[in-house]
């Protein structure tokens, strides 16, 4: 499995991805928002466009779809409860679908609401561990839930899904927020040491070259993984008297939530 991430540099700071099959050439186009750069990227490589996954309806990961159709005849895949906010969708996903990209890559499809309620997730299980998270998870943080998710749900995925993944998993998330997430850790756990590291690595912060995470990486920095560190409870409890002396972890995790909305 060949994937290549494509920053578009835009003002909501989107990544896009071709995941290709080294086999066959075929090629899916996940979230390509900048359609140009993702064609360009495809020719050059001597890929085709076959499919196009959304990860989700917001206008920021689908605004590529039509696009894209027109230049390469991809089908459209996505969440099966999306049909109606996805113009032109051609195939409904559900949770364990499996994604087949010519002749070696299969992605299987996770069910991970949250950011909104018709968020998909893809996992690869092969040599190249990864998984496609959209706006579910990002570096060093977790999607908002401000236009049709709920942080409850955004929880229950993180706890029952992404948690139990084998930490060699590689993040790719669908934008570049690297540095204001490690801002909020450190705001969060300022003896985080590993976040403080990455924070001072300007390597860290070129989007062009992103550093590529993994899922163990995840739960050493990312506040919405560390809901059982002792400096994340006291400190989120100064935030917010009214909690219980020992708050229960989704209780955490939506007061992460609520505060990250304003921090």
Request: net charge negative; glycine share 8%; with cysteine.
């Amino acid at each position: 499995m060949i994937v290549e991430q494509i920053w578009t540099a835009n003002a909501w700071r989107n990544f896009n991805y071709l995941v290709a099959c080294p086999e066959s050439g075929e090629a899916l186009a996940v979230d390509p928002l900048d359609h140009e750069k993702c064609l360009a990227k495809a020719q050059s490589m001597g890929w085709e466009i076959t499919q196009i996954l959304n990860t989700h309806e917001h206008g920021d990961h689908i605004g590529g779809n039509a696009p894209m159709v027109a230049a390469t005849g991809a089908r459209i895949i996505a969440h099966a409860n999306a049909r109606a906010s996805i113009p032109d969708m051609d195939q409904g996903l559900a949770a364990g679908d499996i994604v087949k990209i010519g002749k070696t890559i299969e992605l299987e499809v996770l069910d991970t609401p949250g950011h909104t309620m018709s968020h998909v997730c893809l996992l690869s299980h092969s040599d190249h561990r990864a998984i496609f998270c959209g706006d579910t998870l990002f570096n060093a943080g977790a999607g908002n839930c401000h236009n049709g998710g709920h942080p409850e749900e955004l929880y229950d995925t993180f706890t029952t899904q992404l948690s139990k993944l084998p930490d060699d998993t590689r993040v790719y998330p669908g934008h570049d927020y690297w540095e204001n997430n490690l801002a909020f850790t450190l705001d969060r756990e300022p003896g985080n040491q590993k976040a403080r590291d990455l924070m001072n690595d300007n390597g860290t912060q070129d989007p062009e070259r992103a550093l590529v995470s993994t899922l163990g990486l995840e739960k050493e920095i990312n506040t919405f993984f560390r809901l059982q560190n002792p400096t994340v409870i006291s400190r989120l409890k100064e935030e917010f008297p009214a909690l219980a002396d020992d708050p229960d972890p989704k209780t955490i995790f939506v007061k992460l939530r609520e505060l990250r909305n304003n921090w």
